[in-house]
């Protein structure tokens, strides 16, 4: 069946523009995610990385850690997906991360939320309509603890440029 108003459906806009973030301004992103054994093996496949500390609860042990904690990078990429709808969901080109401090193991169970504050905002010099934004992000454990944290930077559009 043909939906009669699909010529005139308008996406809807999300995500914060330019104007919308201000220096100091805080942002506590949203309910969080429990990571699995299932989404470490699952990320160790699929980038390659066979390092037995993620994949070997005997060569972890071995090494003082109780269990084989999550891969890092996933917890990385955990914290910045938990950040991405109110910091950068917009669009504009991610610009990268800087000052990343991996600070206590995660394991299978914990369950990661993330909190940014901004840190830098300017206009962008070389590309009209579209500014710089730089915050600080941490991701904490369930029991309120500091796991990783780090500085990202995006391109991200002014609403003067729609």
């Not at 991360?97 to 504050?117: M, N």
């Not at 309509?129 to 369930?142: A, D, F, L, Y």
């Amino acid at each position: 069946m043909v939906d009669p108003d699909f010529d005139t459906f308008v996406p809807a806009v999300k995500g914060n523009q330019f104007e919308d973030f201000t220096v100091d301004q805080e942002l506590t992103h949203h309910w969080g995610r429990t990571l699995t054994e299932s989404d470490n093996v699952v990320f160790c496949a699929a980038t390659c990385n066979w390092h037995p500390m993620y994949t070997n609860v005997e060569f972890a042990r071995a090494r003082g850690l109780s269990g084989t904690p999550l891969h890092p990078m996933l917890v990385l990429c955990t914290v910045v997906g938990l950040s991405v709808e109110d910091l950068s969901e917009f669009g504009g080109p991610f610009l990268g991360i800087e000052d990343c401090t991996f600070r206590t193991p995660v394991y299978p169970g914990d369950t990661l939320t993330a909190h940014s504050q901004v840190l830098d905002k300017r206009t962008s010099e070389s590309r009209p309509g579209v500014g710089i934004v730089t915050w600080h992000s941490e991701g904490r454990n369930q029991h309120g603890d500091v796991v990783v944290d780090f500085t990202r930077s995006n391109l991200v559009q002014s609403r003067s440029a729609l």
